[in-house]
């Protein structure tokens, strides 16, 4: 009955879609019976040389030099990183993988479980109790470690990591017949294997015009992997990042390979994906559709080579420019202070291509979108120094450009109100010893919502150079449920969850047996300040809303004050906050000392509320990469039988005499003094009414 629920489900478009799909399917599997590999035409012409397409590489000594000269360090580590790779020594995620004398490019390289070498769709929804986590056979298959050997023959010209590529490429296309394995199941990883293979030949360009054998091969494949993209666009399956980057893989093969006979269709069909996907995907205020930064992240880096991509062809789409930098600005502003992303919703731990040092950096493609655009406003927001990624796309002329550009102007405030999505940051500057904190009370996400956390009100507090209060982040995918479950649940994030039960409740990998959704959000800024106001609907069939209000301080403090009404009584309350790397110590009543292990400086968190509570401090973890799991602490303040209405404060400063001065009084009037000044905070019944500063009120 599911089935037929499901059938009736999809509109007339989609059933004719997947009906076509299935015809495919069956086609493919009887010829992966018989052995049998798609004619792509004639044998390859004499030309099989991959164009080059972007100009770092067209004008190879000039970028080399100017590459050796800004970024000296790149070059060591894609050196020592290749080294290791000559010995099947492999970076994945935050690992290096010693694969011993043979590459198995079937095998989840952690739980050493092995994905069987049959037809492809058959795996489709494959145990991981069988094969492991395919993350991890794909990630592997992705090849991103290529560009390093690229890298350190350019840096070098020394042939050994010639030899390497070369053998590790052929190594997987013997592994790998054609639509057997794994590794052809998902058409977003045969785009980002072929992206990295093309990306890495053009480093080897001359070798690789003295080997024709090799180039027969690498072009056959990379001829069959278009045509399976091409004909399992991921239209419904995962029309997200999945299929802006199948959409990218068939504009790079195809025009790499401009003599294979269906390229232009290829590159059209890539171009007319892209274009109409940024409309649909990309908010208004630049948000990603799907809530998770990290796949924001992924979308700025394919519409940023989409952008360098056809700009060598015709200009870019209508409006394409405008919503490309509203994309790049927002993720930028609101990133933490190192410039780093904040892990909100799920993160998978890749990338499309490893041309920065930093996969979580965001800078570098601003940078990058700065010089290429000639936007000034950009520039500003990415610092003085040319970044590594955008030398690489747009070679030595974008550092020129770069140059010229203004890059001293000062926005009015840094902070980022992003209504459509829902992020709400407030931050000092954009210095990395700034302070900083960004909120969540956007919708779960889109569809499905697959990519979600159950992180409403959820926030991150970052200042003078650590990360003190942070976002768990995503160990795995499909790994563990229970770990899966755990990371994305409401009672791992730095919100309310009440009787035990998270805000949504997930049903499989990425789905979900229910979504809350917020019901209010808004801020007011002013200078150096800030204040955001929220409300969501996750526990009203229970009797109980959650209201935050998060009153930002400039350097010197910040205020969560959360209102809980409770119109049936409930067993059970629990305040989260989950801290970095570092120490807490309990130093007074409800009062906490956390020592960052970035840079062992102190900061201070203090609670105070009007009914009794308990904290807690629990040795935890956080996933700052997928597979990685650091420990952290979490401190945690939990109530018993809720019956009347709460209001809990948490405060949060560098200042222990500051925060240890203040008080809630009766008449709900916080009140607390240092350093001869002075601060009031009035509440009102659902958020903060007037704020004070030695006397004077600030108009929020």
Not at 461 to 476: E, F, I, M, R, S
Request: net charge neutral.
């Amino acid at each position: 009955m599911a089935a037929v629920g499901r059938l009736r489900s999809l509109t007339p478009e989609e059933l004719v879609f997947r009906l076509a799909e299935e015809l495919r399917f069956a086609r493919e599997r009887a010829a992966a019976r018989n052995g049998t590999v798609p004619n792509m035409g004639d044998q390859p012409p004499d030309e099989t040389v991959p164009r080059i397409l972007f100009v770092s590489l067209r004008e190879p000594e000039a970028s080399r030099r100017l590459w050796l000269e800004l970024f000296p360090e790149s070059a060591r580590e894609s050196i020592m990183i290749s080294d290791q790779i000559l010995r099947n020594r492999l970076p994945l995620f935050s690992d290096v993988v010693d694969f011993g004398a043979h590459i198995d490019w079937h095998v989840d390289y952690r739980s050493r479980k092995r994905a069987p070498l049959t037809f492809y769709r058959d795996l489709h929804r494959v145990d991981p109790r069988a094969v492991g986590d395919t993350k991890n056979i794909w990630e592997l298959s992705r090849q991103n470690f290529l560009l390093h050997l690229g890298k350190a023959y350019f840096a070098t010209g020394e042939k050994r990591y010639y030899e390497k590529w070369k053998e590790i490429i052929l190594s997987w296309i013997e592994s790998n017949p054609y639509n057997l394995g794994i590794n052809w199941e998902s058409s977003i990883e045969l785009a980002i294997r072929g992206i990295n293979w093309i990306w890495s030949s053009w480093f080897f360009i001359e070798e690789l015009k003295q080997d024709p054998a090799l180039r027969e091969v690498l072009y056959a494949a990379l001829s069959t992997h278009a045509r399976h993209i091409h004909d399992h666009l991921s239209f419904y399956f995962s029309p997200n990042t999945h299929l802006t980057c199948e959409a990218l893989g068939l504009v790079y093969i195809g025009a790499s390979f401009p003599s294979i006979p269906s390229a232009s269709r290829w590159v059209a069909r890539g171009f007319d994906i892209l274009e109409r996907e940024l409309a649909r995907q990309v908010l208004d205020d630049g948000g990603y559709f799907e809530m998770a930064t990290y796949y924001h992240k992924y979308t700025i880096d394919s519409y940023l080579q989409y952008l360098v991509l056809r700009e060598g062809r015709e200009r870019w789409a209508p409006d394409a420019e405008s919503k490309i930098k509203k994309l790049i600005t927002h993720l930028v502003l609101t990133a933490e202070p190192d410039g780093t992303i904040p892990l909100i919703g799920d993160s998978d731990g890749g990338e499309l291509l490893h041309l920065g040092r930093n996969k979580r950096a965001v800078r570098g493609a601003c940078c990058a979108a700065a010089a290429l655009l000639g936007d000034s406003e950009l520039a500003s927001l990415c610092g003085d120094a040319y970044a590594e990624e955008a030398l690489w796309l747009l070679g030595t002329a974008g550092f020129e450009t770069f140059g010229k550009l203004n890059r001293n102007a000062r926005r009015a405030t840094y902070h980022s109100i992003n209504r459509a999505s829902g992020i709400f940051c407030f931050r000092t500057g954009m210095g990395e010893r700034d302070a900083y904190v960004v909120i969540d009370c956007g919708l779960h996400g889109w569809r499905t919502c697959g990519h979600a956390h159950a992180d409403l009100l959820s926030f991150e507090w970052y200042c003078d150079g650590a990360k003190v209060v942070v976002d768990p982040g995503t160990y795995t995918y499909k790994g563990s449920r229970q770990s899966r479950d755990a990371a994305r649940s409401s009672q791992r994030h730095n919100t309310i969850t009440i009787d035990g039960v998270s805000q949504s409740i997930p049903g499989d990998t990425f789905k979900w047996k229910t979504i809350a959704r917020p019901k209010h959000a808004t801020a007011r800024t002013f200078e150096r300040c800030g204040l955001f106001e929220g409300e969501h609907d996750a526990y009203e069939a229970i009797g109980c809303r959650h209201r935050r209000s998060v009153l930002f301080l400039d350097t010197e403090l910040t205020v969560v004050v959360d209102f809980v009404k409770v119109a049936r009584p409930r067993a059970s309350l629990l305040s989260n906050l989950q801290f970095g790397e570092g120490t807490l110590e309990r130093i007074g009543a409800h009062a906490y000392r956390f020592i960052s292990a970035r840079n062992s400086k102190s900061y201070y968190v203090r609670f105070m509320g009007t009914r009794d509570f308990d904290t807690a401090v629990e040795e935890s973890e956080i996933y700052p990469d997928y597979n990685r799991a650091v420990s952290a602490p979490r401190l945690m303040l939990t109530e018993r039988d809720l019956r009347v209405d709460q209001v809990i404060v948490t405060l949060l400063g560098t200042d222990s005499a500051l925060l240890q001065s203040f008080n809630l009084g009766g008449d709900m009037v916080l009140k607390g003094s240092a350093a001869e000044r002075g601060y009031e905070i009035r509440l009102a019944p659902e958020g903060i009414d007037t704020v004070f500063i030695d006397a004077k009120a600030l108009q929020l």
